[in-house]
C-alpha cells in the first residue's frame, strides 16, 4: 500500500494546479484517510514485530525449561536406578546372612544331637548299674517334681479360692490350717464380703471353677444365707461349696434349706471321727433338694490331720518352702478385699500372732489388692509364685495323715 500511494502521489502533485478548491478539499479528507490509513499499518506491523519476538523469546523460553524438565527426570532416574542397585545388594547381603545363620542354627542342632546320643548311650550303660532302690526313689522324686512344676505352672483361669467369712470354729481341730481353735469370735461382715465378690467377679468375668465358702466355721455367721445370695449372685456358674463341720447343720432353718436350693449351693461336710448324724444330714439334703457332699475323702476315710510347721524366726528359704507347699497357686483365701495365696499366711500373722505373741510379719508382696488389680492375670500371676511370708513355713517337715484330736491351744500344735 506504501509503496502504491508513493508512485501515485508525486504523478498527482503535477495536475495539483489544475484542480478546482472542492476537488482540493476531497483530496486532503483522501490524503489523511490514507495517512492514517498508513499508521494503522505501520502499528499493526509493530505489534506484528513485537509478537513474533515476544514468540521467539517464549520459545527460547520453552527450549529452556525442558532442557531443565529433561535434565531433572534424568537425575531422578538415575537416583531411582541407583537405589534399586543398593536395595539389591542388600537383599543379598540378608540373603547370605540368612543362610548362614540357618547353616549354623542347623549345625548346632547336629552337634546336640550327637551330643544327646552320647549322653544316652552312657547313660543306658550306667542305669543297669544303679541299685533298684536308688533308681525307684530317683524315679519318685523326679515324679514328685513334675507334680511341683505343674501345679506352680500360671493357671490359665482362677480354678477355686477360699471364701473366709468367720475366723472362729465349733469344733477346734488341732492343727487347723485356718488357726480357728486359736481365734476369738470374729465374722467378717455381709457388705465387705459382698464388695469383695462382685470386684472378683469384674475382675475374673465370673470365670471361677470353684469357691469355698468356709471359715472358721461358716455356718456361725449371722448373715449365711444373705451371703450365700451375694457369692450365687455375683458367680452365677460357679460351684459353690458351703464347708462346714456338719455339726449346725441338722439346726439349720427351713429358709437355710431353701436358699441353698435355690442358689444351687452344694452342702460339703468334712466328716470327722465325732459322734454326728451324718445319716440324717444325707437325707434331710436329699428331701430339700439340696446338693450335699463329703469333703475330699471323708466319705469313706476317716478324717485326719496334718501338722502345718511354722518357723516362727521366718529363717526358712521362701522359694524352698513354697514349692513344697500343697497350699501353693492351689488354695489362694479372699478376706477383707486381699487376695492371699494360702490360708496360713493371713491367719498365722493375725490369730496366731496374737495368741502366742509372736511377731511373723505380712508384707506388702504377701497379698493382693483385689480392688487395685485390672484383671484376673494379675491374680494368676500373683499366685504362681513365692511369697516373703513363705519363709515362716516349714513345709518340708509338714506331717499328713496324724489321729484327728481337738485342739489343746498350744503352740505345740504349730511348731
Ligand atoms: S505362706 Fe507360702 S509356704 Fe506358707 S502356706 Fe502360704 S503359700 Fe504355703
Not at 471364701?163 to 488357726?179: A, E, P, Q, R, T
Not at 462346714?244 to 452344694?266: D, M, Y
Request: glycine share 2%; proline share 4%.
Amino acid at each position: 500500500m506504501k509503496k502504491l500511494l508513493s508512485k501515485i502521489l508525486p504523478a498527482s502533485a503535477k495536475a495539483f494546479h489544475t484542480i478546482s478548491a472542492k476537488q482540493y478539499k476531497l483530496l486532503g479528507k483522501i490524503l489523511s484517510a490514507v495517512k492514517s490509513i498508513i499508521t494503522n499499518l505501520s502499528m499493526q506491523d509493530k505489534k506484528i514485530d513485537d509478537l513474533q519476538k515476544s514468540q521467539k523469546i517464549l520459545s527460547e523460553e520453552i527450549s529452556t525449561s525442558n532442557k531443565i524438565l529433561f535434565e531433572q527426570q534424568n537425575k531422578k532416574i538415575e537416583t531411582m536406578q541407583q537405589d534399586i542397585k543398593n536395595l539389591k545388594k542388600e537383599l543379598q547381603t540378608q540373603n547370605d546372612l540368612l543362610a548362614k545363620q540357618s547353616n549354623d542354627f542347623f549345625n548346632q542342632q547336629v552337634s546336640k544331637i550327637d551330643d544327646l546320643t552320647v549322653i544316652i548311650n552312657n547313660l543306658n550303660e550306667i542305669i543297669p548299674k544303679i541299685p533298684q532302690r536308688t533308681y525307684n526313689k530317683s524315679a519318685k522324686r523326679i515324679k514328685e517334681l513334675e507334680k511341683i512344676f505343674l501345679r506352680l505352672q500360671k493357671q490359665p483361669r482362677l480354678a477355686y479360692f477360699v471364701l473366709n467369712i468367720v475366723s472362729h470354729c465349733n469344733l477346734k481341730c488341732k492343727g487347723c490350717d485356718h488357726f480357728a481353735p486359736i481365734a476369738e469370735e470374729h465374722f467378717v461382715p455381709l457388705q465387705t464380703i459382698e464388695s469383695d465378690l462382685q470386684q472378683m467377679s469384674q475382675l475374673t468375668a465370673g470365670a471361677v471353677t470353684r469357691i469355698g465358702i468356709m471359715g472358721g466355721e461358716p455356718l456361725l455367721h449371722p448373715n449365711l444365707l444373705e451371703i450365700l445370695q451375694s457369692a450365687r449372685k455375683a458367680f452365677p456358674n460357679t460351684l459353690l461349696q458351703c464347708t462346714t463341720n456338719g455339726v449346725l447343720l441338722l439346726q439349720q432353718s427351713e429358709e437355710f434349706w431353701q436358699t441353698c436350693k435355690n442358689n444351687n449351693i452344694h452342702i460339703c461336710v468334712t466328716k470327722y471321727p465325732i459322734n454326728l448324724d451324718f445319716e440324717s444330714m444325707e437325707k434331710i439334703a436329699l428331701q430339700k433338694g439340696v446338693n450335699y457332699s463329703y469333703y475330699h475323702t471323708t466319705a469313706t476315710v476317716l478324717k485326719t490331720s496334718r501338722k502345718i510347721i511354722m518357723d516362727i524366726d521366718g529363717t526358712q528359704n521362701p522359694k524352698r518352702s513354697f514349692y513344697n507347699c500343697f497350699h501353693a497357686n492351689t488354695l489362694p483365701l479372699l478376706m477383707y478385699g486381699k487376695l492371699y495365696p494360702c490360708t496360713v499366711a493371713p491367719n498365722a500373722a493375725t490369730i496366731f500372732n496374737k495368741k502366742f505373741s509372736t511377731n511373723m510379719l505380712l508384707e506388702n508382696g504377701d497379698f493382693l489388692d483385689i480392688y487395685k488389680c485390672t484383671d484376673s492375670n494379675d491374680i494368676l500371676t500373683f499366685l504362681h509364685t513365692p511369697k516373703p511370708f513363705c519363709r515362716y513355713c516349714k513345709t518340708t517337715e509338714r506331717i499328713h495323715g496324724i489321729t484327728w484330736e481337738q485342739s489343746k491351744q498350744n503352740i505345740s500344735e504349730w511348731t
